[in-house]
């Protein structure tokens, strides 16, 4: 009995040697993905090799200088217009599609340049605005002076800048300017599509090319 208790004593001891050297053995072979678990958006955490494929954040846009239009310079002409009035007549037109050089004949036509006239007929300044067309014009673009200067301007332009989107011929816009829409449209109708007026103002736009001087 007691030669047998020693045997499985024995046995146990040996068993219990065998288990503690097999994990201890476990222990120092454990190696690579297997002895560690890193999160893999612990981006503090990872090994310098996976750090590196790290999205990098997006690197801002380096400010475009915006483009600068070149300013025009408007032409000058030599006529009894001030420069200063010359360029808001330029501006304007540029605005209203009206061509500048015409609209600058037709006030050397109506007013010899003289924002102060007032006709017979009861026409307005520079650009000889009739009475009978005041009011709506006032309604329309708030003018109420039509013998200052730039307002005369913004009148007329307006009035040419209506007949130029109807019709494309200088001249039946100059008619319709002179005689009004209606008188136009009855001359056109008998053939007419040129008046000594029209042609007055046309020929002035070859006169003022002929007087156009350089800025200074």
């Known amino acids: 009995m007691k030669r047998r208790f020693e045997i499985t004593a024995t046995v146990l001891l040996l068993a219990s040697l065998v288990f503690i050297a097999g994990n201890a053995l476990a222990l120092t ?4 993905p297997e002895a560690a678990v890193i999160s893999e958006h612990d981006w503090t955490s990872l090994p310098a090799a ?7 954040p997006a690197a801002e846009p380096k400010p475009v200088a915006e483009e600068t239009k070149p300013v025009d310079k408007p032409p000058l002409y030599d006529v009894p217009m001030s420069d200063e009035l010359q360029g808001y007549l330029y501006e304007a ?14 006030i050397g036509n109506e007013s010899g340049y003289r924002p ?3 006709s017979k007929t009861n026409d307005y300044g520079l650009m000889q605005i009739n009475t009978c067309n005041h009011e709506w014009l006032e309604e329309e673009l708030g003018v109420e002076d039509f013998l200052d200067p730039e307002d005369n301007i913004t009148a007329g332009l307006y009035i040419l800048s209506g007949y130029f989107e109807k019709y494309e011929d ?6 319709a300017y002179n005689m009004g829409e209606y008188g136009a449209q009855q001359q056109w109708e008998k053939g007419v599509y040129q008046t000594e007026y029209s042609r007055r103002v046309i020929a002035r736009i070859d006169e003022l090319e002929r007087k156009e001087f350089p800025d200074e």
């Open 29 to 32: 072979s454990a190696t690579g």
């Open 93 to 106: 037109c540029e605005e209203t599609g009206v061509p500048f050089e015409l609209a600058l004949a037709l």
């Open 50 to 56: 996976t750090a590196e494929a790290r999205p990098s």
């Open 116 to 118: 102060e006239v007032i």
């Open 170 to 175: 200088p001249n039946m816009v100059l008619m």
